[in-house]
């Protein structure tokens, strides 16, 4: 097998951001997290970590001019729209390998019953009928739904920031979550629809299970479109894969 050789600069936040810098940390590989620092106590992964923004594209791409890197992989969360678009003209501007991992969206199950939407204020629309709200699309974002005048139930790791509904409960916490603590937190506030981003992952599928189960409907936002032209992998060990060819 051959191994990573030269440093990779890995745009992260994400778990699979997390899994590939272990896998590369493992193989002796210089990694450089980069994280956008927008949750206050992040989980930390292995190797140098670089907190904050890069300043837009021309930024970034004045950075890997000053930092050569063996490759920039863009693992960000799926809905990180300006970073991704960012990230692949600046790779584009500097002749920098340049690799998407993200992982796959959610399917639909038997007995689910989904809404789909194409952004947030979609979404807020979409609810206006509901009398007990769940939102679970993070902390960003929320002034979409701040005109909702029905129960609102928020998640967030970190506490969100004005404007909300003015019916809102906030609940601080850090996934995952399992399947009975999602039944046990709907039946708690009563909810009768689920607000989400199509994020794809096992860690937080499973309010998805519980909707399910509750016969509850959910509202899912369609993912952002990808920059054209990208080469994208969906698993660490596809990234890894296309790591060790530009090594060689």
């Given amino acids: 097998m051959r191994a990573v050789t030269g440093r990779v600069l890995l745009l992260g936040g994400t778990g699979e ?7 590369l940390a493992a193989e002796g590989v210089d990694v450089l997290s980069s994280l956008a620092g927008r949750t206050a106590d992040p989980v930390l992964p292995p ?25 920039l992989v863009d693992a960000t969360h799926p809905f990180a729209r300006e970073m991704t678009e960012h ?13 998407r991992l993200q ?19 979609e979404a807020a629309g979409a609810v206006a009928g509901f009398a007990h709200v769940f939102v679970t699309t993070g902390r960003t974002g929320l002034g979409a739904f701040a005109g909702l005048t029905q129960e609102v139930l928020v998640r967030a790791v970190d506490p969100p920031e004005p404007p909300l509904p003015p019916r809102t409960t906030v609940v601080l916490e850090r996934g995952p979550f399992s399947v009975d603590d999602e039944l046990a937190l ?8 689920v607000v989400t981003k199509d994020s ?11 909707a399910r189960q509750l ?6 936002v369609h993912r952002p479109p990808l920059p054209p032209g990208m080469t994208v992998v969906e698993t660490v060990e596809d990234a890894l894969a296309w790591l060790r060819a530009q090594a060689g």
């Fill in 215 to 220: 016969g509850i409907p959910v509202v899912m």
């Fill in 200 to 210: 794809g992952g096992h860690l937080t599928e499973a309010k998805l299970t519980a």
């Fill in 47 to 71: 190797g140098e970590v670089r907190i904050g923004g890069f300043g837009g594209t021309e930024g970034l791409a004045d950075w890997l001019r000053a930092n050569p890197v063996r490759a």
């Fill in 17 to 23: 951001a997390r899994g590939l810098a272990e896998a």
């Fill in 103 to 121: 992982r796959p969206g959610w399917r639909e199950q038997p007995g689910d019953d989904w809404r789909r939407v194409g952004s947030l204020e």
């Fill in 186 to 193: 709907m039946r708690e506030h009563a909810v009768d629809v």
């Fill in 87 to 99: 990230a692949a003209r600046a790779a584009a501007r500097t002749g920098t390998p340049h690799l």
